[in-house]
Protein backbone atom coordinates (compact mmCIF):
# COMPACT_ATOMS: atom_id res chain seq x y z
CA UNK A 1 0.00 0.00 0.00
CA UNK A 2 1.93 2.80 -1.04
CA UNK A 3 -0.77 5.67 0.29
CA UNK A 4 1.16 4.99 3.48
CA UNK A 5 4.36 6.86 2.86
CA UNK A 6 1.94 9.86 1.33
CA UNK A 7 -0.14 9.83 3.96
CA UNK A 8 2.36 10.99 6.51
CA UNK A 9 3.39 14.04 4.09
CA UNK A 10 -0.27 14.75 4.40
CA UNK A 11 -0.18 13.70 7.84
CA UNK A 12 2.85 16.43 8.84
CA UNK A 13 1.30 19.01 7.01
CA UNK A 14 -1.94 18.88 7.95
CA UNK A 15 -1.37 18.88 11.67
CA UNK A 16 0.90 21.84 11.19
CA UNK A 17 -1.51 23.41 9.79
CA UNK A 18 -4.11 22.45 12.62
CA UNK A 19 -1.93 23.59 15.31
CA UNK A 20 -0.87 26.77 13.97
CA UNK A 21 -4.80 27.65 13.43
CA UNK A 22 -5.58 26.41 16.53
CA UNK A 23 -7.91 23.79 15.35
CA UNK A 24 -9.67 21.29 16.92
CA UNK A 25 -10.68 18.90 13.89
CA UNK A 26 -10.11 19.04 10.39
CA UNK A 27 -12.73 18.27 8.19
CA UNK A 28 -11.89 18.10 5.00
CA UNK A 29 -8.85 18.10 3.07
CA UNK A 30 -8.71 18.87 -0.70
CA UNK A 31 -5.79 16.96 -2.38
CA UNK A 32 -4.73 17.71 -6.32
CA UNK A 33 -2.86 15.02 -8.39
CA UNK A 34 -1.60 14.26 -11.74
CA UNK A 35 -4.08 11.68 -13.66
CA UNK A 36 -0.95 9.08 -13.54
CA UNK A 37 -0.89 8.88 -9.32
CA UNK A 38 -2.89 6.24 -8.53
CA UNK A 39 -3.25 7.34 -4.63
CA UNK A 40 -6.72 6.14 -3.60
CA UNK A 41 -8.56 9.36 -1.01
CA UNK A 42 -10.42 6.88 0.51
CA UNK A 43 -7.50 4.98 1.56
CA UNK A 44 -5.48 7.98 2.36
CA UNK A 45 -8.35 8.94 4.80
CA UNK A 46 -8.47 5.71 6.38
CA UNK A 47 -4.74 6.38 7.34
CA UNK A 48 -5.00 9.56 8.45
CA UNK A 49 -7.63 8.48 11.12
CA UNK A 50 -5.80 6.17 12.31
CA UNK A 51 -2.98 8.28 12.67
CA UNK A 52 -4.58 10.92 14.44
CA UNK A 53 -5.10 9.41 17.77
CA UNK A 54 -6.45 12.66 19.50
CA UNK A 55 -9.31 12.82 17.78
CA UNK A 56 -7.91 15.42 15.32
CA UNK A 57 -8.87 14.15 12.23
CA UNK A 58 -11.66 11.62 12.71
CA UNK A 59 -14.84 11.77 10.22
CA UNK A 60 -12.32 13.25 8.04
CA UNK A 61 -12.63 13.48 4.66
CA UNK A 62 -10.51 13.30 1.67
CA UNK A 63 -11.16 14.56 -1.99
CA UNK A 64 -9.02 14.82 -4.82
CA UNK A 65 -8.68 16.82 -7.72
CA UNK A 66 -7.04 15.18 -10.65
CA UNK A 67 -4.82 17.05 -12.95
CA UNK A 68 -4.77 15.91 -16.75
CA UNK A 69 -1.03 14.99 -18.29
CA UNK A 70 0.46 16.77 -21.04
CA UNK A 71 1.36 15.70 -24.04
CA UNK A 72 3.85 17.23 -25.92
CA UNK A 73 4.53 16.74 -29.66
CA UNK A 74 7.64 16.36 -30.93
CA UNK A 75 7.63 17.39 -34.22
CA UNK A 76 5.97 21.61 -33.92
CA UNK A 77 6.05 21.46 -29.83
CA UNK A 78 2.84 21.84 -29.04
CA UNK A 79 1.78 20.67 -25.68
CA UNK A 80 -1.88 19.82 -24.97
CA UNK A 81 -3.70 17.47 -22.05
CA UNK A 82 -4.02 14.10 -22.57
CA UNK A 83 -8.20 14.15 -22.91
CA UNK A 84 -7.81 16.01 -26.14
CA UNK A 85 -5.08 13.24 -27.30
CA UNK A 86 -6.33 10.80 -29.53
CA UNK A 87 -3.19 9.78 -31.08
CA UNK A 88 -2.22 12.60 -33.34
CA UNK A 89 -1.31 16.20 -32.44
CA UNK A 90 -4.47 18.17 -32.69
CA UNK A 91 -2.12 20.77 -34.26
CA UNK A 92 0.17 19.16 -36.96
CA UNK A 93 -1.01 15.98 -36.94
CA UNK A 94 2.04 14.12 -36.18
CA UNK A 95 2.20 11.10 -33.95
CA UNK A 96 5.66 11.79 -32.66
CA UNK A 97 4.36 12.70 -29.69
CA UNK A 98 5.58 12.18 -25.89
CA UNK A 99 3.12 11.68 -22.80
CA UNK A 100 4.69 14.01 -19.82
CA UNK A 101 3.15 11.38 -16.94
CA UNK A 102 1.65 13.51 -14.34
CA UNK A 103 2.16 12.36 -11.01
CA UNK A 104 2.27 15.42 -9.45
CA UNK A 105 0.92 15.27 -5.28
CA UNK A 106 -0.04 18.25 -2.95
CA UNK A 107 -2.43 19.29 -0.46
CA UNK A 108 -4.36 21.81 -1.81
CA UNK A 109 -6.36 23.42 0.89
CA UNK A 110 -7.78 21.95 4.47
CA UNK A 111 -11.24 22.42 6.68
CA UNK A 112 -10.88 23.02 9.62
CA UNK A 113 -12.60 23.92 12.74
ZN1 LIG B 1 2.44 18.71 -33.62
Known sequence: MHELAVTEYVYNLVRKQAEANKATKVRKIL???????????????????VMGDD?????????AKYLPSKVLCRDCGAE??????????????SENLKLNRNTDFLVKSIEIE
Open 55 to 63: GLLDGVKVE
Open 80 to 93: FTRHEFDGTCPKCG
Open 31 to 49: LEMGDQSDYVPEIIAEYLQ
